[in-house]
């Protein structure tokens, strides 16, 4: 998609400050991955949103979606992958440099209540289903955001690597289970292989399509629900472009505006 500046507008960009931004993986032949902390002093976000940022000394015009990793006492942080031009420059941000950010955009991971009425969000519910939340890479920073709101016994959180783990240190050692491709920490193999929906009231997703694909197959034979975060590529972020369609039995929905949270037996998925 080209960066034209006409959905740049849509949205006013609020200047912040990088606060620290430190590398926590680097690995050969792949992009760096940072967590960057910057002051904040617009509304508070909740888990699931995400912010269009960018560099006021860029080289792009137009923001990159990134989810909300953390936001407490006036910091928001993310968990930045390095891809392409525009999260290189997120990822290389220095302590003091300013930062352009719009949000926070898009909607939230639903309350799931349990039997005895108690929300995702809530008080433990010992005795009854946990909810399993599931991240593959760069995926697992909107369900840490949403982990931090809940109590532990009522979430699993699995989260799925090409080789090492990162980002993981908020999690209780008993609620996770790391899985990664090349055998180099946890389980060798991908979380959809030794994942069982049953176990659990609800599951939230986000990661590559093709292990949404798999969590949204195997949730809908066991009739659990499911809800996936969409990381399609955006442009304005508020759903004035359509740049980010997404396909559904309901019709197209904007990623940015409709989801990026939307219930997995909705979506349909693109051969
Ligand atoms: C709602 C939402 C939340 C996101 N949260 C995060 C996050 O927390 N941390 C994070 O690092 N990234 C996140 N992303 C992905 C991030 O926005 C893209 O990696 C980034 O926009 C790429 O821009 P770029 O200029 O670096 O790369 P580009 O030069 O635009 O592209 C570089 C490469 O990345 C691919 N790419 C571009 N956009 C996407 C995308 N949306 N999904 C998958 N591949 C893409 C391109 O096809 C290309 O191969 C999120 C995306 C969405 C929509
Ligand atoms: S990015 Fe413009 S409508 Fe979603």
Redesign the pocket.
Known sequence: MAETAHCSHDRAFLPGTIIANPVIYEAKGEGAVSVLQVSWDGPESKPGQ?FMLRMVRSG?VLG????VLDHQKGILS????E??????ELVQGRPGETIELAGPL?NTWPSMPDSTGASASGPGSAGHKPIALVGGG?GI?PLLFLSKTMDSADFRFFAGFRSRPYGLESLPNQNLTVATEDGSAGYRGRIPDFFNPAEYRAVYACGPVPMLRRIAEDCAKAAVPCFISL????ACGVGACLGCTVRTKQGNRR?CADG?IFPAEEVLFDD
């Open positions: 995400f792009v990159r979606p990134i989810s993310f968990l930045v992958a891809r392409g031009i525009g999260s290189r898009g760069i920073a990381e399609e590529r955006m990623c990026p």
